[in-house]
């Protein structure tokens, strides 16, 4: 695996761009210079990050979330 985390990725797993083994490693995203611990997913090279907005779900069950445009730094959290 290599040591920088992918372009795109998703937390959900019915997403095409979920990778199990990346997410157990840990991948934390700073967005506008501010580390955020409310990513479902995120997308380097289009600057954008989705952001789970409270608690409320759509009519599917999954979170509502929000996207937002920025820059877009994921970083693999150190093992603890």
Known sequence: MSDT???RLCASPGS???DEAI???????I???VEKTNVEEYCVS???V???AGTAKDRKGNP?????????EPFF???T
């Open 50 to 52: 989705r952001l789970v």
């Open 5 to 7: 985390p992918p372009d």
């Open 46 to 48: 289009e600057g954008w």
């Open 23 to 29: 997410m157990e490693r840990g991948v934390g995203v």
């Open 16 to 18: 095409p761009y979920f």
């Open 64 to 72: 509502m979330t929000v996207k937002l445009k920025g820059t877009v």
């Open 77 to 79: 959290k150190p093992a």
């Open 31 to 33: 967005f506008n210079g």
